[in-house]
Structures are given as C-alpha cells and as structure tokens.
C-alpha cells in the first residue's frame, strides 16, 4: 500500500539544469576575476587609502562653489539642448519605424537596425568622438546628448505609437481627412502625452550624462574633476560632487514628478 | 426638432496658468540656446569626419589579435569580465538594500523610504566618478573599474529588486506562517522562489548596461577597451578608431541579443 503511494508521487523535476548553470556562472566570474586581476587582498590593502581619500575629501570646501556654478549652468544647459534637438529629430524617425506609418518593411527594419547600432555606441564614447571631429567646448557633448537622445526618444516612441487606438485614426479617415489631418487630429492627441514623458525621462538621463561629459573635453562640469583631482584638491572634488548630486536629485525629484501628472 | 442635436459640448476649460507655463519654457530655451557658443564647424571637421569614416569602412584588421599583447580582442575581454564581476559584486550587495528599501518588508514607512533614498543618492554619482576614486584607491586598472561598477550599480538594481519584493504574493508567506515556519523559512520557500526570476532578468538587464559603461571607463584609465579607444583619437590613428568602435558594437549587441534571450525565457 504504501509502497504503491511511494510509486505515484510525481518525480521532482531534475537539478541538472540548476547545476550546469551555477557552473557556467562561477566559471564565468572566475574567469574575470584572473582577467581583472581582482583579489580581496588588494581590496583590503587599498581599503585604507579610501578612507585617507574621504578624509581629505571632508570638510568640502565651500568657497569653490562659486567657482563652478558657472559650468554647471552649462552642464544643464547643454542636457536641454541636446535632449530637445534629439527629441525633435526623433519624430520623423519614429514614425518611420512604427509598423502601422512606415508601410514597407524595407524602410522600416533598415532605421530600426540603424537606431540600434546608435543605442550600443556609449555616450562618452560619442562625446570623445566628436571632440576629435570638433574641437573641445560643449558643441560637441551637445552633439553627442542629442544622438544619444534621439536613438532612445525614437525607439520608446514608435513603441508606443505601434500601440496606440486605431478607432479615431479610422473615424478621421471616414469624414475624409487627409494624412496631415489624421496626424494632428487622430495621433498627436493620443501619442504627445508619451513623447513628453520619454523627452523628460531622457532628460533626467542626459543630465547625469553631461555631468561626465566634461572628461573628455566636451563642456560641462566634468571638466572640474580632472582639474580638482589632478591637483589633488579632494575638498573640491567633494563640492562638486555635492553639487552635482543635489542638481540631479533636485531635475530627477521635478521630472518626476511631471511624468506622473502627465500620464 | 430634437433638442440634444443643438447641444453643443463645451470644451473642456484650458488650464489658467497656461500662458504662464510655455512663458517660463520659452524663457529657459531663450536661456539655453543663447548660451551655446556656436562659432561654426572647425575647417577641419569635415576632414577629420571623413577619415573616422574611411577609418569604420577600412579597420586595422591586425589589431584584432597582436601577440604581444594590448589588442582589441583582449580589450573587449577586459570590459565583458569587468562587466561580468561588477554586476555581480553589485547583485551581492543590492539583496540586504533591495529588502530595507521594500515597503512589505518593513514595519513603518520611514524604514522602507530611508531605504529607497540611500538607493537614489547612490545611483545620482555616476560610475566613473566613482571610478576616478576607486582608482586612487587601488590604482589605475580594471579592479577599480569593478569596484566603480559594483557600487553603482547598487542604486538601480536595488530600486528595481525592491519593486519585485514589492509586488509579491503574500499568500504563500501567510500559508507559511500559519503551518509554523520560522523567518528564515519563510524567506527561503516563499519569499526567494516568488522573487528569483525578477533578480535574475534584472540582473542580466543591468549586465546589459553595465557592458556599456565598461567600454567607457578606459577613458579615466580604468582598464577595459575605452584605454585604446582614446589613445588612437588622441593619436588620430583612424584606422584603428575604426576597427574598436566597430569591435565595441559587435560586442554589445551580440550580449544584448544573448541577454535578452534569457531574459525572455525567464520571465
């Protein structure tokens, strides 16, 4: 009897699968542990010189502040305009990706490749790039925040413009509306509150972006920290750090707040 | 004559501080716009565009394996494994805040919102300033680009894994409860295989990203291929500005594509 009960319990599914895969992954992490030649004993031995760095970091030093209020209105300034430039080029994009505007797969698949290829390439990367095409100043992190703008803006866009109801599309269509027409009456209304939420979303992302842009010599704050930190001036790294993590506390808090009363 | 066909609706009323709002923005784009010193292109832009072109369509193909050493190959094995340990090293540390910073998980509010506040101030520093100071720390190569990573990463995947402790079902936690299960228990039946699968394809979604930073961090000197990268633009060696960038993109989308594979089937 009992033995017959024992007979009938479904089998436990197998642990194999489970197995192989914590493998791979502890093979994985061993593998880049020897690459990055990551040991704990260097992290312990260097643990001490963190604390010596945050020491010298504390108390801030106040009066640089005036010193860089400067390049972070610019910092702000070149994630605004990048992020509206990318923005607005990002509409034409947009609606030749969205398989319900762009009839023809072969428009359609071509620019979506293409904005993938953007989204891979890292911003600072950009940035580094078109410091080498144009020269240091912020032309070309603006330029680099607006590529990076458009490649998100356009793909969260056509996402949702694939999504949207297409009764009042049809019902323009049947009073005998013209293309134009559909677009302001039938599309915008539905996709614009959308667009605004992804532009403020990129924006919030561009911000920090911009903050590190200035490594490379494309404008913005980020070109202090080389200063401070070359000069081993650790009471002006800290001000800017403090600075920069109340601007984007502070853009991240509004936007935020934005997006939710706008959807 | 029925009455409703003359019924006009009204509009619905437009917001009084309208004119208000797009003063104000038009003000912040005047500000904005006029700030940009655009001083025209640079003579030798066109050029320089030019051969970064020429450069992509013609990569240095013998820098794809050198033997002794420093080539794109190896560069891009740098950036998966910092990549791989940072991701990693950050799962490990986000679990204990992802569970502070859920609502669910704690008895008052002020617990739970302390929680997701450290998460937000940690994710404002962005990884390569943490970086710049990891290295004074341990010096200059992919270690510090680890630790850079690691702490990072913190900010958002603990956010993220603290939604999913959110949004779990209570019911297999009070049919514990009720049979007897101490806390551990409880955590180990009915809190880990409920939120297991969400940790894990964020954690792949993160490794997603952090591919990207670790191909910047060579840049301040924190190992991976961003080292080479800027060394050719400096040098202006086009040719192998091409092939990396071009090493980059094939890097990053071939883990997108494996990544996001999973992540389907986990989910």
């Not at chain 1, 972006?209 to 009471?235: K, M, P, Q, S």
């Not at chain 2, 080292?227 to 890097?251: C, K, M, Q």
Request: net charge neutral; hydrophobic share 55%.
């Amino acid at each position: 009897m009992s033995a017959n009960a024992e007979l009938k319990r479904p089998k436990a599914p197998g642990k194999l699968k489970h197995y192989l895969t914590a493998a791979i992954v502890l093979l994985l992490l061993w593998g880049s542990a020897i690459h990055t030649e990551a040991t704990f004993g260097e992290l312990i031995e260097g643990f001490p010189n963190m604390f010596d760095l945050l020491e010298e970091m504390f108390p801030p030093k106040w009066s640089y502040f005036d010193n860089i209020v400067g390049a972070m209105l610019e910092t702000i300034r070149m994630a605004l305009v990048g992020t509206t430039i990318g923005a607005i080029m990002a509409i034409p994009v947009a609606l030749l990706c969205a398989s319900n505007f762009a009839a023809s797969w072969w428009i359609r698949h071509p620019v979506r490749f293409i904005l993938n290829l953007i989204r891979t390439v890292p911003d600072l990367l950009l940035a580094a790039i078109f410091v080498a095409i144009f020269g240091l100043g912020p032309l070309p992190g603006i330029l680099a925040l607006s590529v990076f703008a458009l490649g998100l803006i356009a793909k969260l866009t056509y996402e949702a413009l694939e999504t949207i109801d297409r009764g009042p599309l049809e019902a323009m269509t049947s009073v005998g509306a013209n293309g134009i027409q559909r677009i302001i009456f039938a599309v915008i209304p539905q996709i614009q509150a959308h667009f605004m939420s992804f532009t403020l979303y990129t924006f919030e992302i561009n911000v920090r972006a911009a903050a590190v842009l200035g490594l490379v010599g494309a404008g913005g704050i980020g070109h202090y920290y080389e200063v401070t930190l070359g000069f081993l001036e650790y009471d002006k790294t800290s001000v800017i750090i403090i600075f920069t993590l109340a601007v984007v506390l502070l853009i991240d808090y509004t936007s935020t707040k934005l997006r939710e009363k706008l959807l | 004559m029925i009455k409703s066909w003359n019924h006009i609706i009204q509009k619905p009323k437009k917001n009084r501080y309208r004119w208000f709002i797009y003063l104000a923005l038009a003000a912040v784009y005047i500000w904005a716009f006029a700030g940009v010193p655009f001083t025209g292109f640079k003579e030798t832009a066109g050029q320089i565009t030019k051969a970064i072109v020429t450069g992509i369509f013609t990569p240095d193909w013998d820098f794809v394996y050198l033997p002794e050493g420093e080539d794109l190959l190896r560069g891009l094995l740098e950036t998966l494994a910092i990549s791989v340990l940072g991701t990693f090293i950050s799962t490990l540390l986000c679990i204990p805040f992802a569970f502070w910073a859920a609502v669910n998980m704690s008895r008052t509010k002020a617990v739970s919102g302390s929680g997701k506040m450290v998460l937000s101030f940690i994710r404002a520093i962005p990884e390569i300033i943490l970086a710049l100071m990891f290295i004074k720390a341990v010096g200059p190569g992919s270690f510090a680009g680890v630790l850079a990573l690691g702490l990072h990463s913190v900010g958002m995947l603990g956010k993220l894994f603290a939604d999913e402790v959110e949004n779990m079902d209570n019911g297999p936690v009070e049919a514990l409860v009720s049979a007897g299960a101490n806390r551990l228990q409880i955590l180990w039946f009915a809190v880990i295989p409920q939120v297991l699968p969400g940790f894990l394809s964020y954690t792949l979604y993160r490794f997603e990203i952090n591919m990207r930073s670790a191909a910047i961090l060579g840049v301040i000197g924190a190992g991976g291929i961003g080292t080479p990268l800027i060394f050719a633009l400096s040098t202006r060696n086009w040719d192998r500005v091409g092939i990396i960038l071009l090493g980059i993109v094939i890097l990053i989308t071939v883990v997108d594509m494996i990544s996001g594979a999973i992540r389907k089937r986990l989910v």
